[in-house]
């Protein structure tokens, strides 16, 4: 391969400038405000705005260009093409918020699903119209080679730089402050990877359904790397799918993600052999697509399955709407090339596309439909309950089983990380409202919420089987009473264990963090020496606490993390902020711990050991 000279490497950048203004202003907008984001580090900027809208700009006004570009527009045209595409961005910059990172995660969910839609659309624009199907293939191979290479050289090129400034930090003294390498890297990901790879979008547009190169290497991957692991795909889930008929138990939620998985390398290895199923040689490609399409029903009636019986238990979520919406996708695939004569692979392209941009928005859309479901079942649960009664919240109310606890705690701890509670302001009197402050979350707690409904909270068993337990900061200072002294932010993690000497205490924790052994006192008042047993509290916490089938971590009152011991005549206090554990054959086993340790100098009477939470 001939590498191009600098001459020809400044002439194609100069014609991608030409080609695409738009986007390159979009690209160099969004690279200052990142330079001067990364430099200030404000809490909150409208620089935060201008960086997401630069984001989906980069596809937005490619797509533009390239449909004008095409379609043989004017200039005049195309400009007002490119201008409408302008205020689109505009108008949602508005609605991007300026502080980060405390937005919820449905602000993220939605800009991934816009992301992913404007790729799929600079895919598919200059190709919308019928006809073409090979150049509409040879436009999408360029690209990706393009991207490839443009994702190799930023790294290299960027790998390369950072190198440098080290070396000149470490051998020549230069100091060089951590965030020019935010800033290097903004450089590189924000002005040379975009304007590389448009220099590299193919140029005759029309002359590429005539081009009938194919890639040798590309074919190799296709059909020995990517349909084996089809194959592969294929016979794990036909045989789950024999053992679900055989022992006729409903198909696990997790069978879903590998249907999805196989049904993604499947149909990308029929797109990348299209080109190539006409010729003799390959007529088994047809073959091949036809009987996996076929074999694909069945699996897509299992995901169904997995689906809705997730959503028969738990109410509508991001993922289980975006099981359900990839299943129906899957479907029309299946009939479309099935039934269809034509077999244009645009349909599959176009169609994820719309659907993209169809679960992005609207109350039909995955955020909306998820956020109703799941307020709709803790209305259900707090009816029950009587803690809501005529759309208002009551404190006082009967008891509150542990099920039904676990359950209103994962539905409210979810608003908060994805939503925030706008869904349920209402019921409250005072809307939930908590100062934002430098530091704080916006939005209150979730056990914070849960004891204004007067209801326990009960914590979130983490996945893989593990529980995150997490205790909530608060600006109220932390009550140690009959304590003289403590140690603050003691890291204790698993298999390295830890000794800690200090001004009249010192502790020995072992590598399975089980328990503690404090040592108190001087060589004037003597020692004492006090065991903890931090799995016993663990295992309280787990038996309390437990709430399986959700997967994240959720904070709780200082108090409820607090394990206080008397013993030896001395007295301790451990205030844990983290607590990573789980159960593993039966035991409780405990993987990590942040804690503050108090403890009383002076000598107190003989007690039993006493623990408590």
């Known amino acids: 391969m001939k590498l191009p000279s600098i001459r020809q490497v400044c002439l194609d950048a100069k014609r991608a400038a030409a080609r695409f203004p738009f986007v390159l202003f979009c690209a160099l907008a969004g690279t200052i405000t990142a330079l001067i984001l990364i430099e200030s580090e404000p809490e909150r900027s409208v620089g935060f705005p201008i960086i997401f809208a630069a984001v989906l700009g980069l596809p ?25 595409g302008v205020l689109l961005l505009l108008g949602y910059a508005f609605t991007v918020p300026t502080s980060f990172p405390s937005e919820e995660a449905a602000f993220f969910m939605r800009f991934g699903l816009l992301a992913a839609g404007l790729v ?7 190709y919308v119209k019928k006809g073409e199907p090979n150049g509409f293939w040879q436009y999408n191979k360029a690209l990706f080679f393009r991207l490839f290479i443009t994702a190799v050289f930023s790294v290299v090129l960027y790998g390369g730089l950072a190198i440098a400034l080290a070396a000149l930090d470490n051998l020549f003294g230069v100091s060089i402050p951590g965030k020019r390498y935010g800033e290097l890297f903004a450089l590189v990901i924000g002005l040379f990877a975009p304007w590389y790879f448009l220099a590299g979008v193919p140029k005759d547009l029309e002359g590429l359904d005539r081009n009938e190169d194919y890639p040798e290497g590309l074919r190799i991957f296709a059909q020995y790397i990517l349909l084996s692991l ?12 024999f053992k679900i008929l055989l022992q006729w138990n409903w198909p696990k939620g997790w069978v879903s993600s590998l249907i999805l998985g196989f049904s993604a390398m499947f149909i990308s290895s029929l797109l990348l052999l299209h080109p190539i199923r006409n010729r003799s040689e390959n007529a088994w490609v047809r073959a091949a697509g036809k009987w996996l399409y076929i074999l694909l029903i069945p699996l897509i009636v299992v995901l169904f399955l997995a689906v809705t019986e997730r959503i028969g238990n738990y109410g509508i979520t991001e993922s289980r709407y975006a099981g359900i919406a990839l299943g129906i996708w899957l479907s029309a695939q299946a009939i479309y090339f099935l039934f269809s004569t034509s077999k244009s692979i645009k349909f599959t392209i176009g169609s994820l596309c719309l659907l993209a941009f169809l679960m992005s928005f609207g109350p039909w859309g995955m955020l909306g439909v998820s956020q109703r479901s799941q307020v709709g079942r803790l209305s259900s649960l707090l009816t029950k309950n009587g803690v809501l009664t005529e759309g208002t919240v009551h404190k006082e109310h009967g008891e509150v089983s542990q099920e039904d606890a676990r ?19 209402s019921w409250f009197a005072d809307k939930l409202g908590q100062d934002a402050k430098p530091g704080y979350a916006r939005n209150p707690a979730p056990s914070e919420v849960l004891d204004r409904m ?7 068993r983490a996945s893989g089987g593990g529980m995150t337990f997490s205790s909530l900061e608060t600006e109220e200072a932390v009550d140690i009473s009959g304590y003289d002294r403590m140690l603050r932010r003691q890291i204790m993690t698993a298999n390295k264990g830890r000794r800690f000497d200090g001004d009249g205490i010192s502790y020995v924790v072992g590598d ?50 607090a394990l206080a011991v008397e013993q030896s005549g001395q007295r301790i206090k451990i205030f844990f902020r983290h607590l990573s554990l ?13 804690a503050d340790i108090a403890y009383a100098v002076r000598k107190q009477g003989p007690h039993p050991i006493a623990c408590i939470r």
């Open 407 to 425: 359950e209103i705690s994962s539905i409210v701890a979810y608003l908060n990380q994805v939503h925030g509670y706008d869904g349920i302001r």
């Open 60 to 84: 937005l006004l490619t797509a533009s260009a390239l449909f004008a570009e095409k379609r043989k527009w004017s200039p005049g045209l195309s400009l007002c093409g490119q201008l409408l």
């Open 512 to 561: 399975t963090l089980d328990s503690m052994s404090v040592v108190i006192g001087n060589t004037q008042t003597g020692f004492d020496t006090v065991r903890i047993d931090i799995a016993a509290f663990a295992e309280r916490l787990l038996r309390d606490y437990d709430n399986a089938g959700s997967g994240n971590a959720h904070k709780m009152k200082p108090e409820s993390m």
């Open 582 to 594: 789980s159960r593993r054959d039966g035991k409780t086993v405990v993987h990590s711990f942040t």
């Open 120 to 126: 799929l659309l600079a895919m598919i624009a200059p």
């Open 230 to 241: 089809v194959l592969v795909y294929l016979l794990i889930l036909y045989a789950y799918l």
């Open 454 to 460: 007067g209801v326990e909270f009960v914590g979130s």
